[in-house]
């Protein structure tokens, strides 16, 4: 019987913190466009939009994706599905990585059944990424368009515009 090859723990820990980077991708994208998305923002004003960010920036994903389920008008069960299985993701990777069922660290195929349960798990947050990105880039663009003054780098109609902006763009707590 063909035994798979085991996967060294430095590669076993490199895709972990793949993991969890990803995760934090998905939540940092979401807090930087929560304020202007969410009634308790920017629609109450530059002072409103300053709490609300703060209060925001100290949430775990788990929130954070309550506050954008609330923040949107897309009928409940659209967003919520991916949304959910992206936090039980992340809290099964952070809390509970030693007691994922199926897997047995101990075993020696341990390290190849947790190898690709971390490739699926990222693989599976990868839409969810790709969407934050994109709702990312919709904000940056909206915050170029609105104040043109601020952004004169920026020509309208050039191509890769949305990337230009993500590139500039470092998202950080404040």
């Known amino acids: 019987?063909?035994?798979?090859?085991?996967?060294?723990?430095?590669?076993?820990?490199?895709?972990?913190?793949?993991?969890?980077?990803?995760?934090?991708?998905?939540?940092?994208?979401?807090?930087?466009?929560?304020?202007?998305?969410h009634p308790n923002g920017s629609a109450l004003?530059?002072?409103?939009?300053?709490?609300?960010?703060?209060?925001?920036?100290?949430k775990t994903l788990g929130?954070?994706?309550a506050e954008f389920a609330d923040a949107t008008d897309i009928p409940e069960g659209?967003?919520?599905?991916?949304?959910?299985?992206?936090?039980?993701?992340?809290n099964e990777l952070v809390h509970h990585l030693n007691r994922i069922p199926g897997i047995d660290l101990m075993s020696a195929?341990?390290?190849?059944?947790?190898?690709?349960?971390?490739?699926?798990?990222?693989?599976?947050?990868?839409?969810?990424?790709?969407?934050?990105?994109?709702?990312?880039?919709?904000?940056?663009?909206a915050i170029r368009d609105s104040n043109p003054e601020r952004f004169p780098k920026f020509e309208r109609d050039t191509e890769g515009r949305v990337e230009a902006l993500l590139q500039t763009v470092k998202i950080v707590d404040s």
């Open 1 to 37: 019987m063909n035994r798979p090859e085991p996967v060294a723990v430095d590669d076993l820990h490199r895709r972990i913190g793949r993991n969890l980077v990803r995760f934090q991708q998905i939540e940092q994208s979401l807090k930087f466009c929560l304020p202007y998305m």
């Open 45 to 58: 004003g530059a002072e409103a939009f300053r709490v609300y960010r703060n209060a925001v920036a100290s």
């Open 63 to 65: 929130p954070v994706v």
């Open 78 to 90: 659209f967003f919520s599905q991916p949304l959910n299985s992206v936090v039980k993701a992340r």
């Open 109 to 141: 195929s341990g390290g190849v059944d947790l190898a690709q349960y971390l490739d699926k798990q990222f693989e599976a947050a990868s839409d969810l990424y790709e969407f934050s990105r994109g709702l990312l880039a919709a904000v940056l663009t």
